[in-house]
């Protein structure tokens, strides 16, 4: 599915910008290098500087895995549309998460095209700071 993903993206137009985990299996990152072979993109296997924040400041889409609490949650507060490989995720918890992030638009599974989506941005501080004067 994710080399799958990574092909129908290219095709679409979209230049991919991508960065592994030590979590990503090497047999996965040759894979995603010759899938990338012959198409503008950027690969980072965890070599050198990361550029990871730099992707979220010059993306429009995400596309990540679902096993990354934090990778799901900077990308939403980055006001990226985010999309989740639907991918086995063995926490009840994360998937718990998930689901509320899907039922609430902030998030879409993968399933076909890959196009951006808007959501209702929030701004939290502001939210948890006005809960807190209430309660002052």
């Known amino acids: 599915l994710i080399l799958e993903t990574i092909s129908r993206s290219i095709k ?3 230049t991919p910008l991508i960065s592994t985990s030590r979590r990503t299996p090497q047999f996965l990152k040759e894979e995603i290098k010759n ?3 012959n198409s503008p993109h950027f690969f980072y296997d965890n070599n050198g500087e990361n550029p990871y924040y ?6 429009n889409i995400a596309l990540v895995t679902p096993d ?3 990778m799901v949650s900077e990308t939403i507060t980055a006001n990226l ?3 989740i490989f639907d991918l086995e995720c063995r926490s009840k918890r994360i998937n718990k998460f998930l689901s509320q992030l ?3 638009n902030f998030i879409k599974k993968i399933n076909g095209k890959i196009s ?11 939210e948890i700071a006005d809960h807190l004067t209430k309660l002052i």
């Open 54 to 59: 730099a992707f979220l400041g010059i993306s």
């Open 102 to 104: 899907e039922k609430e």
């Open 68 to 70: 990354s609490v934090n």
């Open 12 to 14: 679409d137009g979209w």
């Open 81 to 83: 549309s985010t999309y």
């Open 116 to 126: 951006e989506f808007h959501f209702k941005k929030s701004n939290a501080t502001k």
């Open 35 to 37: 899938t990338l072979s």
